[in-house]
């Protein structure tokens, strides 16, 4: 556990670390081997699409752009390419307000670079994307958490709480951040009229809304509802944005749109001599062809096998837990019965051959301690009926000792 | 100039930024069109190396890796291909000591992320290279900026104020920024000698050193002398490395080699889900084979005739300013005699065609008013000659008018 290498680490290093160094701890995470790994939103193997062709020509234009530096903001022909792709949702944007950058974690940390004080409060829901609280922890943001109902984050409880600190004098939250389709981890999709009202929320209380959308397109059934960005007249929205899950994670491009001078500023804040062009120009290639929708139209086909394959194997080999089926995505939140230690039946579950995530990992501040995440997208439906299996096993076990 | 932008932002901007937003500004720089581009170390086009094998193996490589999230350490064939680079330097290392990033300024800004707090004094040679000074900015460091003499940056002066410092309790440095083979922007190669005083400095002292190396394998004549790192026996040494230089900048691929405990938390710092691995997978092919020496070799032979003909220029129509014409790397550095306004000489430069940088920007603190910088990397020896005849002419109108 990081807080306890962390407490190791201030005693027995010889070097002196900044404090968000302890905070995130010192060691990688690998995956067990040979675990079905249903812990991770990894692309499937079988499904990575093929790119020689767009390889190629990437490296065949080296002379004029691809092998040179890329301009910060992004290639300018990659920028054009999602003005359009976005556009399809509702969102109307011009190239100026687009950024490129290295997948939408990217996006969320240089958000926080040029938004986040140490201290400062940040909005999300609880439970929430889990890798997105590790980027905002190490801007030693904190966090004002929210609960989520069937319509996506509470703007009841929000207001509430957004109220008592105005009316305490305290420090009023700068961001925003959430997962509107398919969230991370519940699978809940917000409703139009939450979305349109957090938007109201944002303007009137002056705060920035990041927009995690990185499942959107995933969609197996029900109709999709406008992006929040489309909502927004007044830069309180950046969207972001990735082919991580709709193409392939390894070539590492997303995007931020939002207001010039906010997606100017993040851009100052890149450390990394700006974003690999030689990626931007084979994602560019793949969007202006006909061949990412193709992409997305057979990895959402295959998804919704794997969801179904892994909504069956609950129902079948663990029916005590609640699971609400979702509509897209990649994840499925799992609520074991009260007083059930998620923790215990992750752990007995690898060594059974299956690995899924705590749920507790999703939660900012007060945990809870009967929650499993899973993602469905990275072994195939038979491997997936398996691992629930397995789950389902692990659960018994301890259920017998309890 | 940034500080005046970040003053109009204050009172002009309807959103909340953070201090780090305000010190790098709002602007993102762009080269002046049509320009002789003399202000950067950009690739020399007709150099970029043919990568189009590399890239379809990649692509065909993209079921197992290529494709998918990476490690976040970078490809364990990518870390052995470096770990047998530096080792022909006389650095001896693991796999487990080299993480892979986005190019030397990804692993600056990481180091920078787990040793500095805002205020942490970080030692710098005064000038020094002035993208380095922008990342260590965004983490709002203190400067503690040392002459350099002929050796290198002047460790009697760095001593001098290390024990000043001590003497008065305050906070001491944790980190040393330094590019000693062909220094960005003065040319000058650290003698063997400092190298191994400040290694002993460093453990001392106690501070880390980053030793910024691009320009190592570009040498044009004399004497390499082995790095810092290679004198490093307790790991007061990460040595940070880089493709950009010497095969392209556009692959994005570079290295920190350290601590394994060190590497490791810089890895944890990573918010862009790992290095692209399509990227690492073409550097490591191009590492592996004789390509990339191939590569290095001619480059220098090139970058050789490109010095020749700045140091060459300069000798014809700006006599008046001192250069030191340097063994290797992509750098000139001009002292414009005392009184002279670079700036304004760089400003009616750009008038005349010819982009150079003024000097105040490489300096942390106290700037020097009469330096240029200059880069002969990316425009062939004949525009080379064109931009510095440009250049005196600038340098002589604003004489003959002062």
Chains 1, 2 share one sequence.
Not at 137 to 151: K, P
Not at 173 to 179: Q, T
Not at 268 to 292: E, W, Y
Not at 317 to 345: I, M, S
Request: with cysteine; glycine share 8%.
């Amino acid at each position: 556990m990081w807080f306890q290498s962390a407490f190791r680490e201030i005693y027995m290093s010889a070097f002196r670390y900044a404090r968000r160094a302890e905070v995130l701890g010192d060691s990688v995470y690998d995956h067990a081997p040979g675990a079905i790994v249903l812990s991770s939103g990894l692309a499937y193997p079988p499904h990575l699409p093929d790119v020689v062709r767009e390889a190629m020509e990437a490296a065949r234009d080296h002379g004029t752009q691809t092998l040179q530096y890329g301009p910060l903001m992004g290639l300018e022909e990659l920028r054009d390419e999602i003005v359009r792709f976005v556009a399809q949702d509702g969102v109307s944007c011009d190239r100026e307000n687009v950024l490129v950058t290295y997948g939408a974690k990217s996006a969320l940390d240089l958000a926080c670079r040029i938004f986040v004080e140490p201290g400062d409060r940040i909005i999300v829901a609880a439970p929430t994307y889990m890798t997105a609280l590790q980027i905002m922890r190490a801007h030693e943001a904190a966090f004002l958490d929210i609960s989520q109902d069937e319509e996506g984050l509470d703007a009841d409880e929000l207001e509430t709480q957004l109220e008592r600190l105005r009316k305490n004098g305290e420090r009023m939250p700068k961001l925003m951040f959430d997962v509107p389709d398919f969230h991370n981890p519940t699978g809940i999709t917000m409703s139009e009229n939450r979305r349109r009202r957090l938007v109201a929320m944002a303007e009137h209380y002056g705060f920035i809304i990041l927009e995690d959308d990185p499942y959107r397109r995933l969609r197996f059934e029900g109709e999709a509802i406008p992006p929040l960005k489309s909502f927004d007249e007044n830069g309180h929205v950046i969207a972001l944005g990735t082919v991580s899950k709709i193409l392939a994670p390894g070539l590492r491009v997303g995007w931020a749109i939002g207001a010039k001078e906010i997606v100017d500023r993040m851009a100052m804040q890149k450390a990394d001599g700006g974003t690999n062009p030689f990626s931007q120009h084979i994602v560019a290639d793949l969007m202006r062809s006909n061949k990412m929708s193709k992409h997305i139209d057979d990895l959402s086909a295959e998804m919704r096998l794997h969801r179904n394959a892994m909504v069956e194997g609950f129902a079948e080999f663990l029916p005590d837990a609640k699971v609400r089926k979702p509509q897209g995505g990649y994840f499925l939140w799992a609520e074991l019965p009260e007083g059930t230690n998620a923790e215990a039946v992750a752990a007995r579950a690898v060594e059974l051959g299956v690995e899924v995530s705590d749920g507790r990992l999703c939660f900012p501040n007060e945990t809870s301690r009967n929650h499993l995440r899973l993602a469905y997208s990275f072994v195939d439906a038979k491997t997936i009926r398996k691992g629930v299996r397995l789950l389902g096993q692990a659960y018994d076990e301890l259920k017998a000792q309890a």
